[in-house]
């Protein structure tokens, strides 16, 4: 069964930093993965898709990597803001639907 | 405006009661889901459906019903079987089961 990992689970960088959540899976047989952001009380907003084919997306300040193999995914956030304050989640899909989620690391970027 | 759109917001429910939670989307996806997010946990799939008057069940569907009879709906009835409801859900859609999923705004279940 698959199984998604988010290291870390809570985060605090000052205002400006580069950073790097992770994202880990234990099925290598994934369809793509997905990046998210919540914010407290709400739904999740779609950052990034990756398809299994592909090894990397980027978004403005956003960069997601894809390692299938060693599964791993890494979301890069560059010159962060205290508007990037947010749980970010990444979810993988399997071939046969069923898309599994991580906790979630919650990022504070403090001013 | 195109989008997924849950209600209500809040929802209190006693004791013994059914409740349905509303999920409506305009974007002539195919796929629809619910998920259930307690605090500190990844989501869980309770039910998806991939096609009208089609659904499956996800890991936790115990205790909660849904139908499927239109493209545009997909509501979810937590049933009193569910012995511990109060968490938030939230519903989302995608053009087919492949695809990047699209959430709506979630709705707090609270059981008094």
């Known amino acids: 069964k698959q199984e998604v990992t988010q290291i870390p689970a809570a985060l605090s960088v000052p205002e400006g930093e580069n950073l790097v959540l992770n994202c880990s899976f234990t099925d290598s047989a994934i369809y793509n993965l997905q990046w998210f952001r919540q914010d407290p009380g709400k739904g999740l907003t779609s950052l990034l898709l990756?398809?299994?084919?592909?090894r990397e997306q980027t978004s403005g300040r956003l960069n997601a990597s894809l390692d299938k193999s060693s599964g791993r995914s890494t979301l890069y956030i560059a010159a962060s803001q205290p508007g990037d304050s947010a749980t970010y989640l990444c979810?993988?899909?399997?071939?046969?639907?069923?898309?599994?989620f991580g906790a979630g690391t919650r990022l504070t970027v403090k001013p | 405006d195109g989008g997924i759109t849950q209600s209500p917001k809040y929802l209190f429910r006693k004791e013994g009661q059914n409740v349905t939670l509303s999920c409506e989307q305009n974007l002539n996806h195919d796929a629809m889901y619910w998920y259930r997010q307690d605090p500190g946990q990844g989501l869980r799939l309770i039910y998806y459906s991939q096609i009208v008057n089609d659904f499956q069940k996800g890991d936790i569907a115990e205790g909660y019903s849904v139908s499927r009879e239109k493209k545009e709906s997909f509501p979810l009835t937590v049933t009193s079987a569910q012995k511990n409801p109060t968490a938030f859900y939230l519903c989302?859609?995608?053009?087919?089961?492949?695809?990047?999923?699209?959430f709506g705004p979630g709705t707090r279940l609270t059981v008094l």
């Open positions: 989302a859609s995608s053009v087919n089961s492949y695809n990047e999923q699209f």
């Open positions: 979810a993988v899909s399997p071939p046969l639907n069923d898309m599994r």
């Open positions: 990756i398809q299994s084919s592909q």
